[in-house]
């Protein structure tokens, strides 16, 4: 079965410069939820998307930004990078609408390392 | 959402089941019991969920109680794959609402 899928899996970048990350959900679903995991730490969500529009916030910083595309895919933007982005950066996606207890599925995450 | 309550870290001896315990006693009536686990540095699974039934799949088994405040994962048969921290979630379902992951409980699979 298709999952979710992340690109790209590794990307190194030093302080101040910016990344893009993308996120490609499971075919036919239409929320997309996107999570950071620090060394040693659980997932902290960061924001979540729902038929292209954002539907809860968490704790990303206001130096990133997201959204979600007509075809559902989404991008997470991240500009003047610090050390402490550094992390793994998750994807999820699941049906929202009428499907009430839809689980998310995540892909297998982006490691992003800022030098 | 309410808040989830985990051991930290829990052992079990491969083939035998692993229970892993979560107590969720401040749950709502609309809010689901969802359980998940995380391989090393990889992204979290999707186990299992229920809202106040017993649920089984191919994975595991998840027992609520009846006053829904506490639930049990079933894992029949543990093999050292199993070894992975479990989170144990609960969430109204709702419209890109997100997940709140917890300490969770780090199951190791002995041999």
């Known amino acids: 079965a298709a999952g979710v899928i992340q690109s790209p899996r590794h990307l190194i970048k030093e302080k101040r410069e910016t990344a893009t990350l993308k996120c490609y959900p499971i075919?036919?679903?239409?929320?997309v939820y996107w999570y950071q995991q620090g060394p040693g730490q659980d997932p902290q969500f960061l924001i979540s998307f729902y038929e292209k529009m954002q539907s809860d916030k968490g704790s990303i910083p206001d130096r990133f930004s997201a959204q979600q595309f007509s075809d559902y895919h989404s991008e997470l933007n991240m500009s003047s990078l610090e050390l402490g982005d550094s992390a793994l950066y998750f994807c999820?996606?699941?049906?929202?609408?009428?499907?009430?207890?839809?689980?998310?599925?995540f892909g297998n995450g982006t490691r992003l390392t800022v030098t | 959402d309410a808040k989830t309550t985990q051991p930290p870290s829990m052992d079990c001896a491969e083939g035998r089941a692993a229970n892993l315990p979560c107590n969720h006693s401040?749950?709502?009536?609309?809010?689901?019991v969802y359980w998940y686990r995380q391989i090393h540095s990889q992204g979290p699974q999707y186990i299992i969920h229920?809202?106040?039934n017993n649920e089984t799949n191919e994975m595991a088994s998840l027992i609520i109680t009846e006053d829904r405040k506490s639930s049990t994962l079933i894992l029949p048969h543990a093999t050292l794959r199993d070894t992975a921290v479990y989170y144990c979630?609960?969430?109204?379902?709702?419209?890109?609402?997100?997940?709140?992951f917890g300490p969770g409980t780090r199951l190791s699979v002995l041999p």
């Open positions: 075919p036919r679903h239409d929320t």
């Open positions: 979630i609960v969430r109204v379902e709702n419209y890109g609402q997100n997940f709140v």
């Open positions: 999820a996606s699941s049906l929202g609408g009428v499907i009430y207890n839809s689980p998310l599925h």
């Open positions: 229920g809202l106040k």
């Open positions: 401040t749950i709502s009536g609309n809010e689901y």
